[in-house]
DNA sequence: GGAGTAAGTGTAAAATTAACACCAACGCCG
DNA sequence: CGGCGTTGGTGTTAATTTTACACTTACTCC
């Protein structure tokens, strides 16, 4: 069990992120345009190398930090991919995390610091992906779904306070599908996990209560 | 990104297996004594290295069936544990699996190729264990707890055809808690995936219907 | 002040889950 | 061979949860 036992060479351990928000309407993935070989030209995952002092969720935030610009995130565990074969150059074993942002916690992706060119696509519009990742986005997408129906990640794509119609929105970009107004609120008010405010949102029409989420467990870094 | 680019030594990686069985009516799991500094002397999960040219899965089932002796197994992906303290020795990261083996399909463990003594032990009634391995055991039983609701994996529990009532303790014996046998029936023959057989269990009793999974997913190797 | 639009609210039917008790079929033993 | 002990097997009702569905309110802008 001893590293210093055995003298071979280890495999390469990355970590990755499928980093989710929602713009203009649409949950969109981060996606950063590979600068070398293999699949110059690509689009992959934000991710890269662990380095040996840090813990792997502290690799992800740097990475996130570095690359895609994200400052509050949901942060989530994945899945562990590694097969032999999956990095042409060599064994690469990656554990695959996704990470929730709110729009507003956005700063620019073009502000990358590495020359890659970073962008926000579309669930709906993805351009071909490099080595697994496909695989991986998938595989998060699946999970985001899935922990929406019985968790409060949500929130971490929401700013501080807002409205309950934003929030079933937020459901239904996700979901894909149309959900009941008065069921909705119903079933989340029922939660307990939301508190009114006093405040009330602004703009052209009926002002909306704002909500809050009571203990709210967004990670931010 | 790629792995010969960069002049750093890697983390090292294992993999490591909670292997559960029923035995004597409890939920069980096996350990190993381990033979070496540190811990020595402590139980730890089984597990080891990554070999640089097999799969994670492939890893893990070599470590099964050289360490457990455990045959056909429902093998899935837990959690990687990356904390770059968790091992005293240096960093190493571990991908944990659970694993189910029914009673059948277990050779005794004592078998184990290496020195190192392996064992089983009920849940009510466990060692304490090297490194952060009850934390792993911990995370392992919740997952198990929770796929057992909407799930078909206590079939890997069992042998290919067993009557109602046996399924019916596998689930009583995971959950801790008692079920009600009609609602448990109604619920479980209402999932569509079991199918009656002609066969009879023998035995003191009133014989019981055989039931069998049907499209039986638990893998082999 | 009327048009347009998002906010907010309740009820009835359907589906699911939970609680609950007795008879049947066998081996064993006397 | 008949009764005892033990496990197999079955249905109904009440409670809860989920679904379907439509109108009034409050604001801005013109």
Redesign the pocket.
């Known amino acids: 069990m001893s590293p210093t036992e055995e003298s071979y060479t280890y495999p390469a351990v990355t970590v990755d992120a499928i980093v989710f928000t929602i713009r203009q309407e649409q949950l969109q993935v981060a996606l950063i345009k590979r600068g070398i070989e293999p699949f110059k030209g690509s689009w992959a995952i934000p991710g890269g190398f662990v380095r040996l002092d840090e813990s792997l969720e502290d690799a992800v935030k740097r990475e996130l930090n570095e690359e895609v610009g994200a400052d509050g995130v949901y942060l989530e565990q994945l899945y562990t991919f590694g097969e032999p074969e999956r990095d042409p150059r060599g064994r690469v074993i990656t554990v695959a995390y996704f990470a929730l942002v709110a729009a507003e916690n956005l700063r620019e992706l073009t502000a990358a610091t590495d020359a890659a060119e970073a962008q926000w696509f579309s669930l709906h519009d993805l351009p071909p992906l490099a080595f697994d990742h496909r695989q991986i986005l998938d595989l998060a997408l699946g999970r985001l779904r899935a922990k929406l129906e019985y968790s409060t990640i949500a929130y971490a794509l929401l700013p501080r306070a807002f ?4 929030l079933q929105k937020v459901y239904e970009i996700i979901l894909d599908r149309p959900l ?4 909705f ?3 989340i008010l029922s939660l307990g996990l939301l508190e009114p405010t006093d405040e009330r ?1 602004g ?7 704002l909500y809050l989420f009571k203990n709210s467990q967004v990670t931010f870094f």
């Open positions: 409205p309950l119609t934003q009941d107004k008065r069921n609120r119903k079933k949102s703009g052209a029409h009926r002002p909306a209560t």
